[in-house]
């Protein structure tokens, strides 16, 4: 009986029968060993990367990953670097295939967003923003990677964490500085700023502080998208502390029941706040959390863009052709504090001197830099050139300078306004429903 649920896909029905007949505990042991997909380096699958970087071997989904380790150390988080450049594979060979256009696109998605958030931390610790906001820097592959995938009018929820969803799913830059100063032409008219800024322009459906809210959002999206036949995709990030949330599950058992048109992109950064993930998440991987749902479910180098849009391609494809949801899990690293500025300073990079981590994680972690890494890789394999990707460069600065001008010389929003785009049984509410002059 065992070896019949081996041959091919796994059968449940046949599984839980040897179980009974065979002993649970041998037949567990034997049977999910085999299994089990063989995967590259950070599990990436076999299908995107058949050959694992130099010195790593291919090895089972539930031998490896950072969860269910009580005993996680600050700096254990170096145990799980990615090489220092990005690997020859399947994955590179689908972004080498990709037009010097595209190649390009991804990399100003990457180079804006890590830029213009440089800015905005810079007058943020001048005082010249107010509010609070957490940095995305770091983990630019995940989303400029999934986003290369989508197409134009396909929909995007975002955390309380969206710089790189901001900029890669290609909201006016102008308007979300103007937004991030509380102005009135900011794309949420300054209402929003960094927890709920949002632009259904361009499918951007928006940031929230509601940890794992973006999970039944998209969904919800995908429900609209399916039900209309549209062929739109939906794509929900969250972070590994979101897919904590009950909301999470609930969100991919019933796109898996409905086969709704949404892809799942965990960015796991080992940190959730400032409480390792290891000792929350009771799995290797959160990717694991989905596998009995029969889905694709899959943990990928989140600071490899390469391995990321590869993934995110096969996804999309297979959503928009009926076939359901996948979970993607990013594997990378936050180089900031949770939220603000703690242990940084104007004109430098990263967060140090924190309590929950090591200053050499840190180090060792940015030093896989996921923009530089890119950059290596379209040089080395010649696909740009060094005028190429400077041109691009400069065309990003001035745009991010462009929009901080902009933000500035923007207007505040009236009080008054307020109240608008506020309604009481589809009326608009007016000030004279709350006060008299």
């Known amino acids: 009986m065992a070896e019949k ?26 049977v999910t060993a085999q299994a089990a997909p063989s995967i590259g380096y950070l599990g990436t699958p076999a ?35 990615p090489p220092e450049k990005i690997p020859a594979g399947k994955a590179a060979d689908t972004v080498a295939a990709l037009p010097k256009t595209k190649l390009l696109e991804i990399y100003r998605t990457m ?5 213009w958030e440089n800015a905005l ?47 890669a799913k290609g909201t006016d830059l102008k308007k979300a500085t103007a937004e991030l100063y509380l102005r009135k032409t900011g794309i949420s008219k300054g209402k929003g700023h960094r927890a709920n800024i949002t632009d259904p322009s361009v499918g951007f459906l928006g940031s929230n502080g509601i940890v794992g809210s973006a999970w039944f959002l998209a969904a919800g999206a995908a429900y609209s998208a399916m039900v209309r036949g549209s062929k739109q995709v939906a794509v929900a990030f969250g972070g590994d502390n979101a897919a ?16 709704l048109p949404v892809i799942f992109v965990i960015e796991n950064n080992f940190q959730n706040v400032f409480t390792p993930m290891a000792v929350t ?54 180089w900031y504090d949770h939220a603000m500025f703690g242990g940084t300073k104007t004109g430098e990079e990263g967060a140090f001197k924190l309590p929950y981590r090591t200053d050499s994680e840190v180090r060792e972690w940015m030093a896989r830099d996921p923009l530089v890494r890119y950059k290596v890789f379209l040089l080395e394999r010649r696909f740009v050139t060094d005028i190429d990707l400077a041109n691009v460069e400069q065309d990003a600065q001035q745009a991010i300078v462009a929009a901080f001008d902009f933000a500035r010389a923007s207007p505040a929003p009236d009080p008054q306004s307020g109240l608008e785009d506020v309604y009481i049984g589809g009326q608009p509410v007016t000030a004279t429903q709350f006060f008299t002059a």
């Not at 180079?111 to 830029?115: D, I, L």
Request: glycine share 10%; hydrophobic share 35%; with cysteine.
């Open 121 to 167: 931390k810079d007058n943020w610790i001048k005082g010249e923003i107010y509010g609070s906001w957490l940095m995305y820097a770091g983990q630019e592959a995940i989303s400029s990677g999934v986003m290369a995938a989508l197409n134009p009018n396909d929909y995007c929820t975002s955390t309380h964490r969206p710089a790189g969803h901001i900029v």
């Open 281 to 334: 998440v009771p799995t290797k991987q959160i990717s694991d959390y989905t596998k009995g749902l029969d889905i694709p479910s899959l943990t990928v180098d989140g600071n490899d863009v390469t391995a990321v849009y590869a993934a995110a391609k096969v996804a999309v494809e297979r959503a928009r052709s009926g076939e359901g949801p996948t979970v993607i899990e990013g594997m990378t690293y936050r």
């Open 111 to 115: 180079y804006t967003t890590r830029k």
């Open 5 to 30: 649920c081996l041959q091919g896909k796994l059968n449940r029905r046949d599984f839980l029968r040897a179980l009974g007949t065979a002993g649970a505990t041998t037949v567990l042991t034997s």
């Open 244 to 259: 904590n949330q009950s909301y999470y599950f609930s969100a991919v058992r019933n796109a898996t029941l409905f086969k």
């Open 47 to 81: 299908s995107l990367t058949t050959d694992p970087p130099p010195g790593m071997k291919a090895v089972y989904l539930y031998t490896i990953g950072p969860g269910g380790n009580m005993n996680w150390q600050p700096g254990d988080a170096i145990k799980f670097l």
